[in-house]
C-alpha cells in the first residue's frame, strides 16, 4: 500500500505539489498575516522591558508641582522620575534646519531613553545629543550647533552637538505632533543641564518594580484622580485666591477710610455752613443799620445794591441842599439871615460828610464782606458737589472693583480644573500605540486571503480525488477482493492527499511563522526603530489553519475515496457508466448554438458539464484577478493620495508661523494669506485647526472641496470638517460636535465636510470663532506661494526675530511619502500570491483535464489533428473558463480592495478609495498573460499523449 501510494505521487506529482503548494499558501498565509502582528507586539513589549524606560507616564494640563509627585507617590508605592521636557522652536545654521523639536533635560530618568550609536553623551553644560534622523536628513556633524528659542519650560540656549542615537522613547520615525509650526515634531534632542524657566514638572515617570501589576498601579491612579487635580488647582490658584481676599480687604479697608474722611469732610461743610449764616446775620443787620432800620428784602447783593442807591440818594438830596443853601447865601444882604444860613449851611456840609464817611466805609466793609461770604457760598457748594461726585465715583470704583473680584471668583469658579493624564507605555511612547495599530490592520488584513487558498484547496483535493479514484476503481476493486476493509482501500488516495498536507503544513508553517513575518516587519521598519522580530511558534495561531487545511485537503480526499470505496468489489471491477449526457444553458438558444462551430460546442459541453473543474477555476482565477486587483489599487490609493493631497488640496508652496505679522517681509513671496492656527481636539482625536476671516481666499490655499461635488460654495457661517474625521466621529451635516481649545471645550455645528487624505482639519470663519469662544482673533499663521521658494528663501525668512518657523510643501511631501512606503510590502505580497494562485490552478487544471481525455485526445491525433490543433483544443476551454473567472474576479477585487484599503488606513490618512480602471485593466492583462502562459507551457503534454496506451479497451 505504501509503495503504490508512493508511485502514485511519482506518477501525478503535478496534482501532488498543486495539494502541497496551495497548503502551504493557505497555511502560511493564515499563519504569517496573522501571527506577524503578535510577533511585532511581543518585540516591541520585549524591547521596551529591556530598556526599562517607564511603566506609567503622568502629566497635567497645569503642570506637576512638588506636592502632587509626593501625593502620587505615596499612591503607586515608588518613587517618580521627574522629566523636564518641551516642545520647542530650533535651528542651526550650520545645516539650515529650521523646525519643531522635542527637548529634554538630561537626568537620571532620561538618560536610560538613549541609545548611543555616534560621538558621546553629554557631559558638560549645553552639549547635546541629537536625532540620528535629524543628523542623516540635515547633515549635522558633531560639534556643530543647534539655537534653542525660550519657552514656558527653557531659557534660550545654544546647544553643542556632542553624540546622535536613539530614543526609545519614540518607536517610530514620525516625532510626534504639536500645534506649533506645521504641527509636526521634526526631531527629539538631549542636553545637559538646561536652564530652566519655573520649577513646574513637565512629566513624571515610574518604573514598576516586578512585584507590581501595571494595570492595578492604573486603577489606583484613575480612583484618585479627581482628588489629585483638585489639590493642584487649590495649590495652584490659592495665590490668586489670597490676592482676591487681599483685595476684598482692601475695599473694605478703603471704603472705611473714605467713610471717615466723608464725615470729616460734611463736618466741615456743615461748618463752614454755620460761619457763613453767622456771616450773612451780620451783614444783613449791617446793611439794615444802614438803611436806618428800614427792612429790606433779597439778596445781600441786592439789598447792598439798595443801601448803595439809598446813599446816592441822600448824598444828592443834601448836596442839593447845600448848593441851594449856599445860592441863598449868595442872595442875602441881610447879615442876621446869612449867618444862619451859613450855620445850616455848616450843619448840611457836617450832614453830608458824616453820611460820606458812614455809608462809604459801611458799604465798602459791607461789599467786601458779600463778596467774601458769596465766594464762601460757592466755596461751600462746590464742596457739596465735590463731595456728592466723590461718593458716587468712589461707589463706582468699589462696584468696579468689587465686580472685578466678583468676575475673578466666577472665573476661578468655572476655571478648568487641569487634566491628569495618565498613560501607560504603549501610550507615552510615540509610535508605540501605531506600531499596535499596524499589527493589528495586518492580522485584519490577513482574515481574508487564506479562505481564498482553503477555498481553493478543497477544490484542488477534490477534482484530483475524484480523478485519481475514477481511473483507479478497478484497483479500489482489487483491494476489495483481497479482503481490504472500504477504509483500508481508500488509505492509498487518503495517504496522497495527507503525504501533500503534511510536506505543505510543514512549509506553511516555516513560511507563516518565520519567512512572511519577517519579510512584512521588515519592511515595516522602514518607519520604525524597533529591533529584530522576535519570531516563535505560537500554538494558538497555529491549531485552526490545520484543521481547516486537514478539512480541506485530507478531509475531502477521504470524503471522495470512502465514498467509492463503499461500493461492491463486483461494480468496482466493472468499468464506471459513462455519464449521461446533458444539454447546457446554451443549447436551448438556437440563435447562438447553431452559429457555433463543432469544436466550439465540444469545448462548450465540456467546460459546463465538469462542474468541480470549472468552479475550481473560476475560484481560483477569480481570487488571483481579485487579489491583483487589490495589489494594483491599493498601490494607487496610497500613492495617488500624494499627487491629490499635495497639488489639489495644499495649494500652498510654504507655511509661516509667526508672532507678529506686522513688520514680516512679503517680499520673498508672491501672495500670501494670514489665518489663526491652533491644535484642538475632538475626543481623543488631534485636529488641526484653521481660522479665516476670508475663506473664500483661504480657499485659493487650502481646497475645500465638498465631498459630493468638485466646488467649493461659500458661506459666512462655515463650520468645516474633513472627511476622516467626520467617518471616524460619525459626524454629518448639522451634527453637534464638542471641539477642545485651549483646555475648554466648545460647541459647534457641522456645516460642510470636505475632501482630504493626510491629518484632521476643522476650518471655520472668524466670527463663528470669536462668538462660540469669546476669544480674539489673532492671526499667527501665514500661506505663501511663490515660484523660487527654497531653503535660501526658507533662511532669508527665519532671520526675522518674529518668525518660529518655515516649512517648506515640498519638504513635507517627502516627509509623507516615506511614510506611505511601508505598505509597498503588503502590495508584493499580494501580487506574489495572486500569481502563485493562478499557476497552481491553472497548471493543475490542465494537468488533470489532459490525464482525463487521454483517449480522446489520442483519437483525436489518429483523425490527424496537428499539435497546434490538438493544443487549441484543450486551451480553449481554459481560455474560456479564463474570462468568465475575469468577470467574477473583478467584483470580488472591487469589494476585496475595499475591505483592504479601510483596513490598512491608519488614523490620520485617508486612502482614495475609489477603484481606479487601470488597476483592474492591469490585473485582467495579468492574469490573462499569466494564464497563457501556463497553458502554452502545459499544452505541450497533450502531444505526449501515446496513442497506443491511452486506445486501449477495457475487457469486461
Not at 467584483?891 to 475609489?914: C, P, Q, S, W
Amino acid at each position: 500500500m505504501v509503495k503504490d501510494t508512493l508511485r502514485e505521487i511519482k506518477k501525478r506529482k503535478l496534482q501532488f505539489f498543486a495539494i502541497l503548494l496551495i497548503t502551504a499558501l493557505g497555511v502560511g498565509f493564515f499563519i504569517g498575516i496573522r501571527v506577524t502582528g503578535f510577533d511585532m507586539r511581543k518585540t516591541a513589549d520585549l524591547y521596551m522591558d529591556e530598556a526599562d524606560v517607564l511603566d506609567i507616564q503622568i502629566m497635567n494640563s497645569l503642570g506637576i508641582d512638588d506636592a502632587m509627585v509626593e501625593e502620587i507617590d505615596t499612591i503607586v508605592q515608588e518613587q517618580a522620575n521627574k522629566v523636564y521636557w518641551s516642545t520647542v522652536y530650533a535651528n542651526s545654521s550650520a545645516s539650515g534646519f529650521d523646525g519643531v523639536i522635542n527637548l529634554y533635560d538630561i537626568n537620571a530618568a532620561t538618560l536610560k531613553d538613549i541609545t548611543l550609536t555616534e560621538g558621546r553623551l553629554p557631559s558638560a553644560p549645553n552639549e547635546a545629543f541629537v536625532d540620528s534622523l535629524l543628523i542623516s536628513a540635515y547633515k549635522l556633524k558633531i560639534g556643530d550647533t543647534i539655537s534653542i528659542k525660550a519657552n514656558d519650560v527653557f531659557e534660550a540656549s545654544e546647544l553643542t552637538i556632542v553624540g546622535a542615537g536613539n530614543s526609545a522613547l519614540y518607536l517610530n520615525k514620525s516625532r510626534g505632533y504639536t500645534n506649533m509650526g506645521s504641527g509636526e515634531v521634526q526631531a527629539y534632542v538631549y542636553a545637559q543641564d538646561l536652564t530652566l524657566k519655573n520649577d513646574v514638572i513637565p512629566t513624571i515617570r515610574y518604573s514598576l518594580s516586578e512585584d507590581k501589576d501595571v494595570d492595578d498601579v492604573l486603577v489606583k491612579l484613575n480612583k484618585h484622580k479627581d482628588e489629585l487635580t483638585q489639590a493642584r488647582f487649590d495649590r495652584l490658584i490659592q495665590p490668586e485666591i489670597d490676592k482676591l481676599k487681599d483685595a476684598e480687604a482692601e475695599i473694605a479697608a478703603n471704603k472705611v477710610t473714605f467713610n471717615q474722611e466723608m464725615i470729616k469732610q460734611e463736618n466741615q461743610l456743615k461748618a463752614a455752613e454755620n460761619s457763613l449764616a453767622v456771616a450773612h446775620t451780620k451783614l444783613s443787620d449791617g446793611l439794615t443799620a444802614l438803611t436806618l432800620d428800614i427792612p429790606t428784602s433779597g439778596t445781600l447783593d441786592e439789598r447792598l445794591a439798595m443801601v448803595e442807591a439809598s446813599y446816592t440818594t441822600i448824598k444828592t438830596m443834601l448836596e442839593t441842599s447845600i448848593k441851594d443853601l449856599k445860592a441863598r447865601i449868595a442872595e442875602v444882604q441881610l447879615p442876621e439871615l446869612k449867618v444862619e444860613l451859613e450855620k445850616e449851611l455848616a450843619i448840611r456840609e457836617g450832614e453830608l460828610n458824616e453820611t460820606s464817611v458812614k455809608y462809604s466805609s459801611g458799604i465798602a466793609s459791607l461789599r467786601a464782606g458779600i463778596n467774601e461770604y458769596n465766594q464762601g457760598v460757592k466755596d461751600l457748594e462746590a464742596g457739596k458737589a465735590a463731595l456728592a461726585s466723590a461718593k458716587v465715583s468712589f461707589a463706582e470704583e468699589i462696584s468696579k472693583a468689587e465686580a472685578e473680584v466678583a468676575a475673578a471668583y466666577k472665573k476661578i469658579e468655572n476655571a478648568d480644573l487641569g487634566s491628569l493624564y495618565i498613560y501607560e507605555r504603549k501610550d507615552a511612547i510615540i509610535g508605540y500605540t501605531d506600531f499596535y495599530n499596524d499589527s493589528e490592520r495586518i492580522e485584519a488584513i490577513g482574515n481574508i486571503f487564506p479562505l481564498i487558498f482553503f477555498g481553493v484547496s478543497i477544490l484542488i483535493t477534490l477534482s484530483t480525488m475524484s480523478q485519481m479514484v475514477d481511473e483507479s476503481r478497478s484497483q479500489l476493486g482489487v483491494y476489495k477482493a483481497l479482503g481490504y476493509s472500504s477504509f483500508r482501500a481508500s488509505l492509498k488516495y487518503v495517504s496522497f492527499a495527507f503525504i501533500g498536507w503534511l510536506v505543505g503544513v510543514l512549509i506553511g508553517i516555516f513560511m507563516g511563522f518565520y519567512l512572511l513575518p519577517n519579510i512584512i516587519y521588515n519592511a515595516y521598519r522602514i518607519m520604525y526603530e524597533t529591533p529584530e522580530l522576535e519570531s516563535a511558534i505560537v500554538l494558538s495561531y497555529l491549531w485552526l489553519p490545520l484543521v481547516v487545511s486537514f478539512v480541506a485537503s485530507v478531509g475531502v480526499a477521504y470524503f471522495k475515496a470512502m465514498r467509492v470505496s463503499k461500493e461492491q468489489a463486483a461494480n468496482l471491477l466493472r468499468p464506471p457508466l459513462p455519464k449521461s449526457g446533458q444539454r447546457i444553458f446554451l443549447e436551448r438558444i438556437p440563435l447562438v448554438w447553431n452559429h457555433l462551430s463543432f469544436l466550439y460546442k465540444v469545448s462548450l459541453r465540456n467546460l459546463f458539464r465538469n462542474k468541480v473543474r470549472f468552479f475550481m477555476t473560476v475560484i481560483g482565477i477569480a481570487g488571483c484577478t481579485g487579489l491583483l486587483i487589490t495589489g494594483f489599487g491599493i498601490s494607487h490609493s496610497i500613492n495617488s493620495i500624494i499627487d491629490i493631497q499635495f497639488e489639489e488640496i495644499f495649494i500652498y508652496d510654504g507655511m509661516i508661523s509667526y508672532t507678529n505679522n506686522e513688520d514680516l517681509d512679503a517680499s520673498l513671496y508672491d501672495t500670501y494669506i494670514d489665518i489663526y492656527s491652533e491644535n484642538v481636539q475632538i475626543e481623543d482625536t488631534p485636529v488641526t485647526m484653521f481660522v479665516s476671516d476670508d475663506l473664500l481666499e483661504l480657499n485659493n490655499y487650502f481646497k475645500m472641496n465638498d465631498i459630493n461635488s468638485d466646488d467649493f460654495k461659500f458661506k459666512e457661517d462655515e463650520v468645516i470638517i474633513s472627511e476622516k474625521l467626520a467617518e471616524v466621529h460619525n459626524l454629518d451635516i448639522n451634527d453637534k460636535m464638542s471641539v477642545k481649545i485651549n483646555k475648554l471645550n466648545y460647541e459647534f455645528t457641522v456645516s460642510k465636510i470636505i475632501k482630504n487624505h493626510a491629518g484632521h482639519y476643522l476650518i471655520m470663519d472668524k466670527d463663528i470663532y470669536t462668538t462660540t469662544t469669546n476669544d480674539t482673533y489673532s492671526q499667527n499663521v501665514r500661506f505663501i506661494n511663490g515660484a523660487n521658494l527654497d531653503n535660501d528663501t526658507k533662511t532669508l525668512i527665519m532671520e526675522d526675530d518674529n518668525v518660529l518657523n518655515v516649512t517648506l510643501l515640498g519638504a513635507m511631501e517627502t516627509t509623507f511619502k516615506e511614510q506611505m512606503g511601508n505598505f509597498d510590502i503588503i502590495i508584493i505580497v499580494v501580487i506574489g500570491a495572486a500569481i502563485l494562485l493562478e499557476v497552481i490552478v491553472l497548471a493543475n487544471l490542465i494537468s488533470m483535464n489532459i490525464s482525463e481525455r487521454k483517449k480522446e485526445l489520442a483519437t483525436l491525433k489518429v483523425l490527424g489533428f496537428y499539435p497546434r490543433e490538438l493544443s487549441t483544443y484543450i486551451l480553449r476551454e481554459n481560455i474560456i473558463m479564463t474570462f468568465i473567472s475575469l468577470i467574477v474576479g473583478v467584483g470580488f477585487g472591487y469589494f476585496l480592495h475595499l475591505f483592504v484599503t479601510k483596513t490598512a488606513e491608519i488614523d490620520m490618512v485617508m486612502f482614495n478609495r475609489n477603484l481606479n480602471l487601470s488597476s483592474i485593466i492591469y490585473s485582467m492583462i495579468f492574469t490573462v498573460i499569466v494564464s497563457l502562459v501556463i497553458n502554452l507551457i502545459m499544452s505541450r503534454r497533450a502531444d505526449k499523449v501515446n496513442m497506443n496506451e491511452a486506445l486501449k479497451t477495457f475487457d469486461a
